[in-house]
């Protein structure tokens, strides 16, 4: 057994170094009050949390520490199956508190109970599956975890409890991201972007050039064409689209251009900011935010923005249920999307709120003036 483990590893091991995905630090971990798991997203992280010093554990980019030290750490913890290398590495930096936005990696979950000294805090980042019976989660098999996971909303305790998942604790608090927004932003402030009647937040991905593109690709397409199809029969609306990146990005001419072959001259693209806080402001001054199941779409609605989401997802939540939800598309076809957008366009925000309020918190809690220092506490105590 211990044998196969080894091989194992050593299997992963050669693979990452013969791609050269790897990065290489002959230093000693230095002491600090926050270690952050993986760079996406850190800086979201130490604004909330503001720890007196940080250091990120880029583990996306599978360093290798080399100081003699986190060597004979790593190979002590090995053989005697109490530790790995980022762990040697984690106990090395002797934190209070190690956090992560990738609440869903399991090896992040499975240290926390190797190093008790240390408080791991999972912060949902992303959406994951409405219902994991249909999508095994990437945590694997059920187990139990001394780590925090801090979700969204009750939708995902629910589903960690179905699955048979435990924590040390397990709490809903909405999403970080949207609190530091909510609490930068000033409604009375006059904002430097465009307002649109209609505003499609973007998840493209170059699968045009795919035999067989994945079902989400076509399922988006699928609701671009929709939008076309009402735009041009409902002259004199201003529609947007939040680009999912930066003019900089590689792929951006390539995101712009589509668009422009589905929706020509009738919409504006707009760059995503390097910060990404462009595309919050831009849901604040849009009448209506379309989405297929994007973080942003949710945390709009959770800010009480009138949304659709258009997942086929959403609909196999709800369709059960006793009421179901103006923000959720029922099915994709021309008819129901032109309804429900007319419909979200003629309602008020505040009915709007009153009418799915319980729906989207169940999704997202909303946010909150003290979200920020709760996050603070739940992460350094």
């Not at 060597?71 to 590495?89: A, D, E, I, M, P």
Request: proline share 4%.
């Amino acid at each position: 057994m211990v044998l196969r483990r080894f091989a194992r590893k050593i299997k992963l091991v050669i693979s990452i170094v013969l791609a050269g995905n790897f990065e290489v630090s002959w230093q000693r971990p230095k002491r600090v009050e926050l270690v952050i798991w993986d760079e996406e997203g850190s800086q979201w992280l130490i604004d909330a949390i503001q720890p007196a010093s940080h250091y990120i554990l880029k583990v996306r980019n599978h360093p290798i520490f080399l100081h003699p030290l986190v060597v004979w750490g790593t190979l002590f913890g090995f053989l005697s199956r109490r530790n790995s290398h980022y762990g040697t590495v984690i106990k090395s930096c002797k934190p209070r508190a190690i956090a992560t936005f990738i609440d869903n990696d399991r090896r992040f979950h499975r240290l926390a109970s190797k190093i008790p000294t240390v408080n791991f805090v999972a912060i949902q980042n992303g959406v994951r599956a409405v219902n994991y019976s249909n999508c095994p989660h990437m945590l694997g098999p059920q187990a139990s975890y001394e780590s925090k996971q801090l979700c969204w909303g009750q939708l995902e305790i629910d589903n960690y409890k179905s699955l048979g998942y435990r924590f040390k604790t397990v709490k809903a608090v909405g999403s970080l991201r949207n609190n530091i927004f909510f609490q930068a932003f000033d409604a009375s402030t006059e904002l430097v972007v465009e307002s649109f009647d209609i505003l499609l937040i973007s998840t493209f991905r170059n699968f045009a050039d795919l035999q067989d593109p994945p079902p989400g690709y076509v399922a988006y397409l699928r609701i671009v064409r929709l939008l076309s199809s009402y735009v041009t029969s409902h002259s004199g609306l201003r529609i947007g689209i939040a680009m999912c990146r930066p003019t900089a990005h590689p792929d951006y001419i390539l995101e712009e251009l589509f668009y422009k072959q589905q929706l020509g001259d009738l919409i504006t693209v707009v760059p995503r900011s390097e910060d990404g806080m462009s595309s919050y402001l831009l849901t604040e001054k849009s009448d209506v935010i379309v989405s297929t199941s994007s973080a942003l779409g949710i945390e709009s609605l959770a800010r009480g923005r009138k949304s659709l989401m258009c997942a086929g997802h959403f609909f196999d939540f709800f369709k059960d249920q006793a009421f179901f939800p103006e923000w959720a598309l029922p099915r994709m076809d021309q008819e129901i999307f032109d309804e429900a957008i007319t419909n979200l366009l003629s309602m008020t925000k505040e009915s709007f709120i009153a009418r799915n309020s319980e729906s989207i918190n169940y999704f997202m809690k909303s946010p909150h003036e003290k979200y920020i220092s709760t996050i603070r506490k739940e992460v350094l105590g």
